[in-house]
């Protein structure tokens, strides 16, 4: 006699009734991590960071059902792999940004730093001009220069906050006469250092702690200034007047 009742396939002892929707999450998941991920390498981030922010949590739904099967569900494999990349998608723009942003601020406190050192140059300049064109002598030179201006300029971003001046003056140029400098563009009038208040020496007393991405800055008697990476730069310079 026929069977009027047949038990249909996905109803047969055994038979995983989920595991073609398992199958399609873990797949979903994973496409929309890479997709999210190549998205963001793009730049194109908003769009792409909702599908990889979707593509983690289908990846959790299909892990937790797989799990929770006890076995008869399958692409536990597959699962972990979209949900880890769809995690990664979503990660890597924060760290883009924060980086970004890193960089501009330290850009920012060079050209802050750059244009103290400007400004004190100004102010020497100054100071000749008002004592028969001599600059001021190095052992009080942070002395006779602030009165020209904020003690925030005698300091650099980047630089010790508990320091009360982060630049020295080249000790060679104390109380010289200002037009009898033969190289203004090439000698250098003042350099970054550790800290302190009338400091001045030589290269001896260069920044120990480089503040602009190992850099460290110069500035020139002719008021110009300089960033450089590489000490070797200071063959070329000159500190006698």
Excluded at 9 to 28: E, F, I, N, Q, R
Excluded at 38 to 48: E, R
Excluded at 158 to 176: E, I, Q
Aim: proline share 5%.
């Amino acid at each position: 006699m026929k069977d009027e009742n047949p038990i249909a396939p996905s109803d047969k002892p055994g038979t995983p009734v989920m595991a073609s929707k398992a199958s399609c999450l873990a797949k979903a998941s994973l496409i929309l991590g890479i997709f999210g991920l190549l998205g963001i390498l793009g730049l194109a981030a908003p769009i792409f960071v909702l599908g990889a922010f979707i593509g983690l949590i289908l990846g959790i739904v299909s892990v937790a059902r797989i799990i929770r099967s006890r076995g008869t569900l399958g692409g536990l494999g597959l699962t972990w792999v979209g949900t880890v990349v769809s995690a990664t998608a979503l990660v890597i723009p924060p760290y883009l940004i924060l980086s970004a942003q890193s960089t501009l601020n330290e850009k920012a406190q060079a050209v802050q730093c750059f244009n103290h050192m400007k400004q004190v140059a100004a102010w020497t300049r100054q100071y000749a001009e008002e004592n028969h064109g001599r600059l001021p002598t190095a052992g009080n030179w942070c002395d006779a220069l602030q009165k020209y201006g904020a003690k925030d300029v005698f300091l650099c971003p980047s630089g010790d906050a508990t320091k009360p001046c982060h630049y020295a003056f080249n000790a060679k140029l104390s109380g010289a006469e200002l037009g009898g400098v033969r190289f203004p563009a090439e000698t250098v009038l003042f350099f970054e250092t550790d800290g302190g208040w009338n400091v001045n020496g030589g290269p001896e007393l260069l920044v120990k702690h480089r503040r602009h991405r190992k850099a460290f800055g110069l500035v020139f008697v002719s008021g110009e200034c300089a960033l450089k990476l590489d000490e070797s730069f200071l063959q070329n310079t000159r500190w006698e007047p």
